[in-house]
């Protein structure tokens, strides 16, 4: 696989990613796209996967950038000796597996911390740790459904909707350990000593409804949800339709933003139209909002917008995203190997984030993986041998 050197704030620090799927990877993509010499270790297929995958390209999967992919066998003796070898040498691991299988393995906390005291070992479960729980499968729709966010997610009369899988694997997930992690390591360079960190989706997803909770508990939000100022219940907080069948959104909730929102749709001046806040009206001002968003194409409402304060913005495709002026301006969105994909966020300006390689297939880096860790070639040939490595 093609490398560029690494840059960003975390640069100097080494993780051990042991592979999962979802938040885990998105963790260990944004500590790695921030500079971290990440090093994924996961299940390959046997052969010769670094021939193959010069010859196939890149992995599709985009969470697995910027960090090479080491095929081995979690489960063979030898296999684990070398990861708590890297262990020695690292100053993270992260790891997705349900509670007590990391332990079974014999690559749990313990058995890692006794190798480097000063290890942060990150743990990303979605019901966490402990609790009656803690066992059971599960994924984002239910994480969240615990954690009370489902509930408020969807229109009034209607079910809840699940925001694909953004708030608990990767907001409450993926995310939180990400924070975790360098709160965690910035605490070991002080004190010489790692800590576990449990990051569960379920809590991460309630955390995320910190500022909902405020508002219900001081008696502005309804339970019932799409009746609130956020959850589609305001006219001036909402997902319009336009004439060509595209959409626009608006979210002119201040009182000058709201101004600016009535003028770009022609109703500034109508002294029938009900104040902002009258919520018995809320219904009536919103069909009337629809009435008027249907009379122009989304491009129209666009240009009727643009450069006001009115919150008034197209809804983009994520496959069109790329292509609006403002994302191309602030390269949000960068191509990497032929492919565009979102851009390492946020941004520093001193040490900037990249995207230091494509995904690779797994066990892709077998060789050269290890090699940026200290083991020699002669080392990886042996444990390919007896079945350890891929």
């Given at each position: 696989?093609?490398?560029?050197?690494?840059?960003?704030?975390?640069?100097?620090?080494?993780?051990?990613?042991?592979?999962?799927?979802?938040?885990?990877?998105?963790?260990?993509?944004?500590?790695?796209?921030?500079?971290?010499?990440?090093?994924?270790?996961?299940?390959?297929?046997?052969?010769?996967p670094e021939q193959a995958a010069a010859k196939s390209g890149p992995h599709w999967d985009l969470l697995n950038r910027?960090?090479?992919?080491?095929?081995?066998?979690?489960?063979h003796p030898?296999?684990?000796?070398?990861?708590?070898?890297?262990?020695?040498?690292?100053?993270?691991?992260?790891?997705g597996f349900r509670p007590g299988v990391a332990e079974r393995?014999?690559?749990g906390p313990e058995a890692c911390r006794a190798r480097n005291r000063a290890l942060v070992y990150g743990r990303m479960t979605g019901w966490?740790?402990?609790?009656?729980?803690?066992?059971?499968?599960?994924?984002?729709?239910?994480?969240?459904?615990?954690?009370?966010?489902l509930w408020s997610l969807g229109r009034a009369g209607s079910p809840p909707v699940p925001p694909i899988n953004l708030v608990g694997d990767f907001g409450g997930g993926g995310m939180l350990l990400a924070f975790g992690m360098v709160a965690a390591l910035l605490e070991a360079a002080r004190s010489g000593e790692g800590q576990v960190v449990d990051a569960a989706m379920v809590d991460g997803a309630a955390t995320l409804m910190t500022m909902v909770h405020s508002f219900h508990d001081s008696g502005?939000?309804?339970e019932e949800r799409g009746t609130n100022l956020l959850d589609t219940g305001a006219p001036f907080y909402e997902v319009y339709e336009t004439a060509d069948g595209k959409y626009f959104a608006a979210g002119g909730i201040e009182t000058k933003f709201y101004a600016a929102l009535l003028e770009g749709l022609g109703l500034a001046d109508d002294e029938s139209f009900p104040a902002q806040m009258d919520r018995a009206q809320w219904p009536a001002m919103k069909e009337r909002f629809a009435a008027v968003f249907r009379t122009k194409t989304r491009d129209?409402?666009?240009?009727?917008?643009?450069?006001?304060?009115?919150?008034?913005?197209?809804?983009?495709?994520?496959?069109?995203?790329?292509?609006?002026?403002?994302?191309?301006?602030?390269?949000?969105?960068v191509e990497v190997a032929g492919v565009v994909q979102?851009?390492?966020?946020?941004?520093?300006?001193?040490?900037?984030?990249?995207?230091?390689?494509?995904?690779?297939?797994p066990g892709a880096d077998t060789v050269s993986g290890l090699r940026e860790w200290g083991v020699d070639e002669g080392t990886v040939a042996k444990l390919r041998e007896t079945g350890a490595l891929s």
């Open positions: 696989m093609t490398q560029t050197s690494r840059s960003g704030p975390l640069h100097g620090i080494k993780i051990i990613e042991l592979a999962g799927i979802g938040p885990s990877p998105f963790t260990a993509m944004m500590l790695a796209d921030a500079g971290a010499q990440v090093i994924r270790l996961e299940r390959a297929p046997a052969g010769a910027s960090r090479p992919s080491v095929g081995i066998d979690l489960k030898e296999a684990l000796e070398l990861v708590l070898h890297l262990v020695e040498q690292a100053d993270g691991l992260i790891e393995l014999g690559v966490g740790q402990d609790g009656p729980m803690a066992s059971m499968a599960g994924h984002d729709i239910d994480y969240i459904a615990i954690g009370g966010v502005l939000w309804n129209e409402w666009e240009a009727v917008f643009d450069g006001t304060d009115a919150c008034a913005v197209p809804v983009l495709t994520p496959w069109e995203a790329h292509r609006h002026p403002h994302n191309a301006a602030r390269s949000t969105f979102p851009a390492p966020s946020p941004r520093f300006s001193r040490t900037p984030s990249s995207i230091s390689r494509p995904p690779s297939p």
